[in-house]
């Protein structure tokens, strides 16, 4: 007779614990998302100011100059799924490469300090993204092998949990080139 009690509470004590530790994982992946977020927003508040600074030099360079800006609103105003924010971001990486690109044909430029403060800062700015993306995408990987992995995948489907996106974007900037006076 207290076999038969003790057999349903123990499950249902199992698949509370299940469902508090997915709980906390899908948190972890939210906060660490915001963690990114936050360091976009840096590099987007950062990318004007970094074409401004172009745009005084190299001002026949137009249509990357207005490609970047473009780009960068683009991303700004994107709150969607991270694979549809992943791709944006993507492309907007690919043309601050370009735009870097643009300036190496320019040494008044890159030994101008303001410039070389701003790629500095865009460079901090990325390593932090990186870094942020690591840690998303540890939180995602812990999230995703609990949804899938017998039997905690059971609780995962039966509360609707679903695993989410890896956030996978190269850094637009590695390094500061040395610059020789």
């Given at each position: 007779?207290?076999?038969?009690l003790i057999i349903p509470l123990a499950l249902l004590i199992w698949v509370v614990v299940q469902y508090n530790s997915l709980v906390g994982l899908r948190n972890f992946t939210t906060e660490s998302w ?148």
């Amino acid at each position: 007779m207290i076999l038969l009690l003790i057999i349903p509470l123990a499950l249902l004590i199992w698949v509370v614990v299940q469902y508090n530790s997915l709980v906390g994982l899908r948190n972890f992946t939210t906060e660490s998302w915001s963690n990114i977020d936050t360091e976009l927003q840096r590099r987007y508040d950062l990318i004007p100011n970094l074409v401004a600074t172009v745009k005084g030099y190299a001002a026949h360079e137009r249509a990357t100059l207005e490609r970047v800006i473009e780009l960068r609103n683009r991303c700004a105003d994107n709150r969607g799924p991270v694979a549809g924010q992943a791709a944006d971001e993507q492309a907007l990486v690919a043309a601050l490469k370009q735009l870097l690109v643009v300036v190496e044909n320019y040494p008044q430029l890159k030994a101008d300090r303001h410039f070389l403060a701003l790629q500095t800062e865009l460079t901090n700015t990325e390593d932090r993204i990186q870094a942020a993306r690591r840690f998303y995408n540890g939180n995602i990987r812990d999230f995703r092998n609990r949804c899938e992995s017998f039997p905690s995948n059971l609780v995962a489907r039966a509360f609707g949990f679903q695993p989410q996106d890896f956030f996978t974007v190269p850094p637009a900037v590695k390094e500061v080139p040395d610059v020789q006076f």
